[in-house]
């Protein structure tokens, strides 16, 4: 036994250049309502992830929810959408007023099967919602394609893909909106936070006022909105964190090129995840999938390394559609590869900083116990 080794831990900048970054505010005492920092990490942003247009939020649920609203759907519209994600994702579209269109995912790397997304359309379709899982990224142009077809809008999730490209094109330009989440466990955190990428200067409007109460002067009120406005605490964190980025997703690298050495020939273990020609891949989480001859079902091995100090994660599961919170609405649904994968994934810890050691200690815990 060791010490506890978790799923994940927050990069965070070193202690003196973040104290350094926020004094600052001890002099101007502007803390929130888009000030300087927030506005130089939103173009820092929109460079970095190659977009057009960049707005930033509290949090990532609330670039999902209120960048679902900014599309202005009718009420009891349907989002085809998949249930192999975070119930984040799922939540923003009922919390909408609109109705999730379960697809069922394919069973290689997770991601929305494209190739059943055609069937679920039907006269009150109003957009796509795919999730670029674990960074696995979604068949984009097969997407694009469909939504083109049927008029549609796509909004990506893409919280596990920030900093993710193909052939040179950043993953938050496809569709007509890609959101972000900035949450402490993520590649790059701003503590809480989040962002929704786009291409029309409208929808950055848009946003603005949903986020900040419909305010567009001292007594001008021009829509009704909320409070989901990143602070300029968070805006430094952001930039501090921007800085070491590079460095972050090279260890994580490092974790994850080791994973694959050790583990490729451990039978029933196999790694799921996917990094294809012409990807940047971020590196941010490790699934495996625990299948047969492996001696252990998933769940046996997950208490077995509890025990052992190592915390993975059963993520995703249960799928999203058959939370507690939607009563078996959807228990019937023909969902049969999500619900498999849920049953079999495991997240291993991996995070930057994560020494050889504790790594050596996840790995023989695998190992060992499949022998």
Sequence with gaps: MGKQINVTRSSMPPYEEFIEAIKPLWESHWLTNMGKYHNE??????EYLGVEGLSLLVNGHMGLELGLQAFGFPEGGEVITTPFTFISTTHAIVRNKLRPVFC??????????????????TEKTVAILPVHVYGNLCNT??????????????IYDAAHAFGESVNGRGIGSFGDASVFSFHATKVFNTIEGGAVA???HQIYEKLYNLKNFGIRGESLVTEVGANAKMNEVCAIMGLCNLEHLEDAIASRKKVFDTYVAELADVEGIDIFRIVKDGEVNNYAYFPILVNDPYPLSRDELYLSMHEKDIFPRKYFYPITSDQNCFRNKYKNLNLSVARELSEHVLTLPIYEGLMEEDQRRVINSIKTTGK
């Design 104 to 121: 069922d995912v394919k069973p290689k790397d997770g991601t929305i099967d494209e190739t059943k997304i055609e069937e679920l359309i």
């Design 141 to 154: 142009e097969a997407i694009e394609r469909i939504a083109r077809d049927y008029n549609l809008k796509v």
């Design 41 to 46: 990490l939103q173009e820092r942003l929109k």
């Design 198 to 200: 786009f291409h029309e």
